[in-house]
């Protein structure tokens, strides 16, 4: 059974920096693309960073670039997530998901539970 | 970038109608990559439907997804308790967008 469990969040200040985990098992990791994907309070859905199976290529929402980097270490199967230069507008529950294959196109066939993340001072 | 528009906001139907979800494309979906996903009420979200009709492992057959191009549909044949919740499309095609979600609610 594929398991996602996410780590790291909490209370930040404006301007902070907070690192998001995930770790991945009952899957083999390394030949997945994983996603990042964020739900603020009371909102849909928006998705903030992915990355290839091997890590060679990534991506990061507009609303994100240049604050947050994806990362992975497949021999730890865990995905990361860095955030820095925090604002009250990334406060949301952070999922950590899997792609249905090692790079686009793919679709979320699995998701963890979450972790909330919250900005504020 | 794709803008996905789901209607309606708000669905209000009893247990055991059928509801229909529509998800409306600004521009054509790439090779119909289109996914649905539902959302109860403090879970995270499940994959039902991919590449617009396919039904994920584990999903119930009352869940059907149709359509192609711009205008997308998911149907459920008749409501389940289990089956109130939120609903969101989504291109993985293009750019990864979601719909803003549908809401089924109790009648």
């Known amino acids: 059974e594929v398991q996602l469990l996410e780590s790291g969040g909490g209370l930040v200040q404006p301007g902070g920096s907070l690192r998001l985990s995930c770790a991945a098992s009952g899957l083999t990791f390394s030949t997945y693309a994983m996603t990042w994907v964020r739900q603020a309070p009371g909102k849909g859905l928006e998705w903030v960073a992915a990355?290839?199976?091997?890590?060679?290529?990534?991506w990061h929402a507009d609303s994100v670039k240049g604050r947050f980097t994806i990362s992975r270490d497949n021999s730890k199967k865990t995905l990361s997530l860095q955030m820095n230069s925090l604002r009250a507008e990334d406060t949301a529950v952070y999922y950590c998901?899997?792609?249905?294959?090692?790079?686009?196109?793919?679709?979320?066939?699995?998701w963890g539970q979450g972790t909330l993340v919250t900005v504020s001072s | 970038e794709i803008v996905l528009t789901q209607s309606p906001g708000t669905l209000s139907l009893s247990p055991g109608e059928r509801a229909t979800l529509s998800c409306r494309a600004s521009q054509s979906v790439i090779n119909n990559y289109l996914a649905w996903y539902q959302q109860r009420p403090g879970q995270a979200p499940r994959l039902l439907i991919y590449?617009?009709?396919s039904r994920a492992p584990g999903i119930a057959d009352r869940f059907s997804g149709s359509g192609s191009g711009t205008d997308f549909t998911l149907t459920i044949s008749r409501l389940e308790p289990e089956d109130f919740a939120v609903y969101y499309c989504q291109d993985y095609g293009n750019s990864r967008t979601f719909g803003q979600g549908t809401k089924v609610e109790v009648k």
């Open positions: 590449g617009a009709s």
């Open positions: 998901v899997k792609g249905s294959s090692e790079s686009r196109p793919y679709y979320f066939n699995y």
């Open positions: 990355i290839t199976d091997d890590g060679g290529s990534t």
